[in-house]
């Protein structure tokens, strides 16, 4: 039991220093890698003591095999070979997945096909503003990850909006939108990328469940801001200064149409191939590049500097495909140990039914990453076998938990402004408290987290 206390404190321990990454002033991918090494080494070194409490089955089929005592050795060949690396594949896939889909995000980005969007938005009434770029960030992150769809909008809204408060709200709404529209597609958001490429979801399942729910998210809000945003807006005095121009209207049309086709196949290529997902994410970024390399053969040596794909791929985000490589493999050991079954277990006994678990579970994840918290329920729950109607049903492929979990999880971020990375980037981009959110926007977007909980629950 002294292994149990152990490795819970480190959890613990490494957990509050992702928190607090802004407080101390350490990358949270540092906290988590740390965190995930000591936890294995902590499983390691007392896993006989956790084993022989009976959450490992296999196990005792591994020590059938042997004549005499266990030995420290025996135990060790059993984790790493029979526990660690199995995670191991798990989590390289989507790892290598979240690569491929950040590069071809990047890509786009890179080659300005978002101004193709962006630059057909003429309209200055604020009202018609929010809208517009509220359902326009539910669509997009439905296809982009929810941080893209949050820094595209907002710095969209700063050629739009001139006065502070105004964009604060504006970009707001885009953080709830960002949230609500990547928890209905199994791209949209790495919540949904892990119960996808798990196996607790389909992507045409998902779709078609969550969908109305995730728009009910961001609609009450909407609605509500709609009431103090009145009026004109005619745009800062630099709205009109463009960026230097790398790539031609037709080649931004081009990127964004292959670039956002690439990553629409993959579930395609899922579907009919029966191939892990990642690999249709990496054949799509291989077209991409291919594609890219040979547009730019015209191209100035300046603007290759700026587009090539070899450059691009280098400056991706690398600590977050770290921290999440950290998460994983923490949630691998918990899951080995059977911590995440005697948590299960307690979750079953204090709330004793799926849909308060997920409402708990999405509540949670404005205060801790939502990633994390989908990692752990499923090591915490396993998906049943089909069977008769009963409490197990639930956890069949796209069974209740795992459908509602998408969208609890997804969208229950947006209640604090730090709960989610779309929250933080607004934040940092347009200097929004946290005080200034939780009054004027947490009650919003915790109405319509309500509003599309009751949709779900209710199957209207």
Do not use: C
């Not at 395609?268 to 053969?297: N, S």
């Amino acid at each position: 039991m002294t292994m149990v206390i152990v490795m819970t404190l480190i959890f613990l321990i490494g957990y509050s220093g992702i928190i607090l990454e802004n407080e101390i002033k350490v990358n949270k991918a540092a906290s988590a890698l740390i965190m995930s090494v000591l936890i294995w080494i902590v499983y390691l070194a007392g896993g006989d003591q956790i084993l022989s409490m009976g959450y490992s089955h296999s196990w005792h089929d591994y020590l059938s095999q042997f004549t005499g005592p266990a030995t420290h050795e025996m135990l060790s060949d059993f984790i790493v070979n029979h526990e660690l690396l199995p995670h191991l594949s798990d989590t390289a896939s989507i790892l290598l997945f979240l690569l491929g889909a950040m590069g071809i995000v990047e890509i786009i980005d890179r080659f300005q096909g978002f101004r193709v969007l962006t630059d057909h938005i003429r309209t200055r009434d604020k009202v018609k503003l929010l809208w517009i770029l509220g359902l326009l960030g539910f669509f997009l992150s439905a296809v982009l990850d929810n941080l893209t769809t949050t820094i595209v909008m907002i710095s969209l809204i700063r050629k739009l909006i001139n006065r502070a408060e105004d964009r604060w709200i504006f970009a707001s709404i885009v953080v709830i939108a960002a949230n609500a529209g990547g928890a209905w597609s199994p791209i949209g958001d790495v919540t949904t990328i892990l119960l996808w490429i798990g196996g607790q979801i389909t992507a045409a399942y998902i779709i078609k469940a969550i969908f109305l729910p995730s728009l009910a998210n961001i609609l009450i809000p909407l609605l509500i801001a709609s009431f103090f945003v009145k009026g004109v807006d005619e745009g800062p005095e630099d709205a009109g200064v463009e960026s230097k121009e790398f790539t031609a209207p037709w080649e931004r049309r081009f990127i964004l149409a292959l670039g956002v086709a690439a990553l629409v196949f993959v579930p395609v290529f899922k579907t009919f191939t029966h191939l892990p997902p990642y690999l249709g994410m990496m054949l799509g970024l291989g077209v991409l590049w291919v594609t890219t390399d040979i547009m730019l053969r015209t191209h100035p040596r300046e603007d290759k500097r700026i587009l090539s794909v070899s450059r691009i791929v280098r400056q991706l985000d690398a600590p977050t495909i770290l921290y999440y490589a950290g998460i994983l493999t923490t949630v691998a050991a918990l899951s080995s140990s059977g911590l995440l079954d005697l948590v299960a277990m307690k979750m079953d006994s204090g709330v004793g039914n799926i849909y308060g678990i997920d409402m708990l579970i999405g509540m949670l994840s404005s205060l801790i990453d939502n990633a994390s918290l989908v990692a752990a329920s499923m090591g915490m729950y396993d998906i049943a076998s089909p069977g008769a109607n009963g409490y197990l049903s639930t956890f069949v492929v796209n069974g209740d938990f795992w459908t509602f979990l998408a969208y609890t999880a997804g969208t229950g971020g947006s209640m604090l402004i730090i709960g989610s990375a779309a929250g933080v980037a607004a934040m940092s981009m347009e200097n929004i408290s946290f005080g200034w959110y939780f009054k004027r926007m947490s009650g919003l977007a915790f109405l319509g987290y309500l509003a599309g909980a009751a949709l779900f629950y209710f199957g209207l």
